[in-house]
T-cell receptor, first 113, second 112 residues
């Protein structure tokens, strides 16, 4: 099992550019989520999904889009990057009935200039 | 409005001693609490959890205590080891709601 994988590990964007952060898991988990971690802010939930075709907003969804076409993949899209989106992004997954014990990916460090 | 608070940004303890990490919450609807551990350049990993129907949960060297009346929980690590040096996040959720609310984290340093 590869667990939760995220690509890229690091990315530099210019303001206004778009990009997709990839997240995949091979544990057949129904629940997947995206968090951002900023200095002194802890982890904040961006979007989550409880299964293919079902997504919902978290605490800080503005500026981000998600989709869940398969159980395995949960990409996070930035349509027009802003410096405020400079952060470390973590993807996580779990079984629905054990949602609290989420498995996190290694993170993507994003710098928006 | 921060619903889960970890007021100590950092804590330093000697190897072999007890580490106590604290967490306070304001939302009385939270009924499940978790601790995650995070090493640099890695994702957080689940450590231990506790339901609001309990006041203590133990797993090896790690024990979490919950005081519902004070809306306070703490993580005890005994004995502390240098490998425990990491950032510890407290998190909470309520009922069947899927959202986890995290605190800002506490950096624990265990000195040999």
């Amino acid at each position: 099992n590869a667990g939760v994988t995220q690509t890229p590990k690091f990315q530099v964007l210019k303001t206004g550019q778009s990009m997709t952060l990839q997240c995949a898991q091979d544990m057949n988990h129904e629940y997947m989520s995206w968090y951002r971690q900023d200095p002194g802010m802890g982890l904040r939930l961006i979007h989550y999904s409880v299964g293919a075709g079902i997504t919902d907003q978290g605490e800080v969804p503005n500026g981000y889009n998600v989709s869940r076409s398969t159980t395995e993949d949960f990409p996070l899209r930035l349509l027009s990057a802003a410096p405020s989106q400079t952060s470390v992004y973590f993807c996580a997954s779990s079984y629905l009935q054990y949602q609290e014990t989420q498995y996190f990916g290694p993170g993507t460090r994003l710098l928006v200039l | 409005d921060q619903q889960v608070k970890q007021n100590s940004p950092s804590l330093s303890v000697q190897e072999g001693r007890i580490s106590i990490l604290n967490c306070d919450y304001t939302n009385s609807m939270f009924d499940y609490f978790l601790w995650y551990k995070k090493y640099p350049a890695e994702g957080p990993t689940f450590l231990i959890s506790i339901s609001s129907i309990k006041d203590k949960n133990e797993d090896g060297r790690f024990t979490v205590f919950l005081n519902k009346s004070a809306k306070h929980l703490s993580l005890h690590i005994v004995p502390s080891q240098p490998g425990d040096s990491a950032v510890y996040f407290c998190a909470a959720k309520r009922g069947s709601n899927y959202k986890l609310t995290f605190g800002k984290g506490t950096l624990l340093t265990v000195n040999p």
